[in-house]
């Protein structure tokens, strides 16, 4: 049995009421590989994880272990065989220290009391595998979201995991703690640990993975070995088209100047101005790398975040932004990085959040006007074909692509002149990014200027009609569509300046 696989997946199949998730699913995943399972949303990733972790069990199939068929009926069942699933939402109990949350629910005892000395003994090679450098003391809410995931890992390590599940672990991370994630998962997989990766996040996927398996409608799309590894390769997979049509630019002949910044200053980094100017139907990237300055230039824009100095002006009236009304006053909004903190209120239905951002305007006698409300709830919920069952699903329960075009929904319905956009795709899969791509484009069509972060490159070069580049809070360059390539890029955002730019 030595030469079979360390765990297999053989016609996996499941249902739920009006869906069918998998359609006869095959995986395969050897020892001390890193796999990673690409798809869209709807693929059938998160339900096939949740039937190899023990989470659901499926209709049809079976589940091979070392070439020994396995039943899998709950979550114990799979930890005792070497499966650990590490959920997107990390499942830590803020209150307890690092040790605690390591052994939680399989505590050592002695005399009949939690020993807490052992726990701790235990926890500091554990910590050290994954490295991180803290205290098995240390309360794990004064944590950073990276530091926890780590603490996760290691609590799957605790329990003899030699099948760790990642789904989408750096979807909350900095730049610098996914690097550190990346280097604990190559040292993982040369112990002999077998890693299935899930993100939609290419650009991680062939730094890391090994393999790639890819989901479509719930079915196998194809596999890729380590050598055909290559964005295009797999967005063709995942969608069924080449990365040529993906990005559906097309340059407009730029109106009138849009937005005119001059000398603005921002609260983080208020030594360096900042200059350029957008203009009408025209796209304008914004690149860097993480702590450049990108989002708090939007938020000085948009008024989150007083600016420090310097003129703004929106269709050649100087405006001063304190607060976002004065922003939205002056035909600006903005798309927060943060769609689930910022964007939207996930508790309330999509139409009651897709008027939110016009209740001031529609308001009749000082009151709600309930019936535009439902209007422009329906209008956005047709034009921007945000899927749900009607207007009074809760956001929660929409994809995180639905959820994006809720936000978007909410300012296109104030008609703004000027769209500023932070991280627009961030966290949802390739489909959705293109429906938002398209709507970029017909927004530019129309006569919008848009301004938009992005740290994805080939966001970046796909949509831009020019590239502001960003570092250390200055602009260190801008790049018209015929300059941009992603060394040229890369030269701005660490500092270099290039003759060309």
Same mark, same amino acid.
């Given at each position: 049995?030595?030469?079979?696989?360390?765990l297999?997946?053989?016609e996996?199949?499941?249902?739920?009421? !009006?869906v069918?998730?998998?359609?006869?699913?095959?995986?395969?995943?050897?020892?001390g590989?890193?796999?990673?399972v690409?798809?869209?949303?709807?693929?059938?990733?998160?339900?096939?994880?949740?039937?190899?972790?023990?989470?659901?069990?499926?209709?049809?199939?079976?589940?091979?272990?070392?070439?020994?068929?396995?039943?899998?009926?709950?979550v114990?069942?799979?930890?005792?065989? !070497?499966?650990?699933?590490?959920?997107?939402e990390l499942n830590?109990?803020?209150?307890?220290?690092?040790?605690?949350n390591?052994?939680?629910?399989?505590e050592?005892f002695?005399?009949g009391?939690?020993?807490?000395?052992?726990?701790?003994?235990?926890?500091?090679?554990?910590?050290?595998?994954?490295?991180?450098?803290?205290?098995?003391?240390?309360?794990?809410?004064?944590?950073?979201?990276?530091?926890?995931?780590?603490?996760?890992?290691?609590?799957?390590?605790?329990?003899?995991?030699?099948?760790?599940?990642?789904?989408?672990?750096?979807?909350?991370?900095?730049?610098?703690?996914?690097?550190?994630l990346f280097?604990?998962?190559?040292d993982?997989?040369?112990?002999?640990?077998?890693?299935?990766?899930?993100?939609? =996040?290419l650009?991680?996927v062939?730094?890391?993975?090994? =393999?790639v398996t890819?989901?479509?409608?719930?079915?196998?799309?194809?596999?890729?070995?380590?050598?055909?590894?290559?964005?295009?390769?797999?967005?063709?997979?995942?969608?069924?088209?080449?990365?040529s049509?993906?990005?559906?630019?097309?340059?407009?002949?730029p109106?009138?100047?849009?937005?005119?910044?001059? !000398?603005?200053?921002?609260?983080?980094?208020p030594?360096?101005?900042?200059?350029?100017k957008?203009?009408?139907?025209?796209?304008?990237?914004?690149?860097?790398?993480?702590?450049?300055?990108?989002?708090e230039?939007?938020e000085?824009?948009f !008024?989150?975040?007083p600016?420090?100095?310097?003129?703004?002006?929106?269709?050649?009236?100087?405006?001063?932004?304190?607060?976002?009304?004065?922003?939205?006053?002056?035909?600006?909004?903005l798309v927060?990085?943060?769609?689930k903190?910022?964007?939207?209120?996930?508790?309330?239905?999509?139409?009651?959040?897709?008027s939110?951002?016009?209740?001031?305007?529609?308001?009749?006698?000082?009151?709600?006007?309930?019936?535009?409300?439902?209007?422009?709830?329906?209008?956005?919920?047709?034009?921007?074909?945000?899927?749900t069952?009607?207007?009074?699903?809760?956001?929660?329960?929409?994809?995180?692509?639905?959820?994006?075009?809720?936000v978007?929904?909410?300012?296109l319905?104030?008609?703004?002149?000027?769209?500023?956009?932070?991280?627009?795709?961030?966290?949802?899969?390739?489909?959705?990014?293109?429906?938002i791509?398209?709507?970029?484009?017909?927004?530019?069509?129309?006569g919008?200027?848009i301004l938009?972060?992005?740290?994805?490159?080939?966001?970046?070069?796909?949509?831009?009609?020019?590239?502001l580049?960003?570092?250390?809070?200055?602009?260190?360059?801008?790049?018209?569509?015929?300059?941009?390539?992603?060394?040229?890029?890369?030269h701005?955002?660490?500092?270099?300046?290039?003759?060309?730019?």
């Amino acid at each position: 049995m030595t030469d079979s696989p360390l765990l297999e997946a053989r016609e996996l199949t499941k249902s739920f009421p !009006g869906v069918r998730a998998l359609k006869g699913v095959n995986l395969t995943l050897q020892r001390g590989e890193v796999l990673a399972v690409i798809g869209e949303n709807g693929a059938g990733k998160s339900t096939l994880m949740k039937i190899l972790a023990g989470v659901q069990t499926p209709d049809a199939g079976e589940i091979l272990i070392e070439g020994q068929a396995t039943r899998i009926a709950s979550v114990h069942e799979a930890l005792s065989r !070497g499966i650990a699933l590490i959920h997107q939402e990390l499942n830590l109990a803020d209150n307890l220290d690092v040790a605690a949350n390591i052994f939680l629910g399989r505590e050592k005892f002695r005399f009949g009391l939690i020993d807490k000395a052992r726990h701790r003994e235990e926890a500091r090679p554990l910590l050290a595998a994954v490295g991180l450098k803290v205290e098995p003391t240390v309360q794990v809410d004064t944590l950073s979201i990276g530091q926890q995931q780590l603490v996760e890992i290691a609590k799957a390590l605790s329990v003899k995991a030699r099948i760790l599940i990642m789904d989408e672990p750096t979807s909350s991370l900095s730049s610098h703690e996914s690097e550190n994630l990346f280097q604990v998962i190559r040292d993982l997989r040369s112990r002999g640990v077998s890693i299935v990766y899930i993100s939609h =996040r290419l650009g991680e996927v062939c730094a890391l993975a090994d =393999r790639v398996t890819v989901l479509r409608d719930g079915a196998n799309a194809g596999d890729l070995s380590r050598s055909e590894i290559t964005h295009g390769a797999m967005v063709k997979l995942m969608v069924g088209r080449d990365l040529s049509q993906f990005y559906p630019h097309e340059s407009h002949a730029p109106g009138a100047v849009a937005l005119e910044v001059e !000398g603005l200053r921002t609260r983080a980094h208020p030594t360096h101005p900042l200059d350029f100017k957008v203009h009408s139907g025209e796209i304008v990237g914004v690149a860097g790398l993480i702590g450049a300055g990108r989002t708090e230039l939007l938020e000085t824009l948009f !008024g989150v975040t007083p600016a420090c100095g310097g003129v703004l002006r929106v269709a050649g009236k100087t405006v001063a932004p304190s607060s976002p009304l004065e922003a939205i006053a002056a035909g600006l909004a903005l798309v927060p990085e943060d769609r689930k903190a910022q964007g939207v209120v996930l508790e309330m239905a999509v139409q009651d959040n897709l008027s939110l951002a016009s209740l001031r305007r529609d308001q009749r006698h000082g009151l709600i006007d309930f019936r535009r409300a439902a209007e422009i709830g329906r209008e956005m919920i047709t034009n921007l074909k945000i899927k749900t069952p009607d207007g009074r699903q809760p956001v929660q329960f929409l994809s995180g692509g639905n959820q994006q075009k809720v936000v978007l929904g909410k300012w296109l319905a104030l008609r703004p002149r000027i769209l500023l956009l932070d991280e627009p795709t961030r966290g949802i899969d390739i489909g959705a990014k293109q429906e938002i791509y398209r709507l970029m484009e017909d927004l530019a069509a129309k006569g919008v200027a848009i301004l938009f972060v992005s740290s994805e490159m080939e966001e970046i070069l796909g949509m831009s009609d020019r590239a502001l580049v960003m570092h250390e809070g200055r602009i260190t360059g801008e790049l018209g569509r015929s300059e941009l390539t992603e060394e040229s890029v890369m030269h701005l955002a660490t500092g270099t300046q290039l003759s060309a730019a």
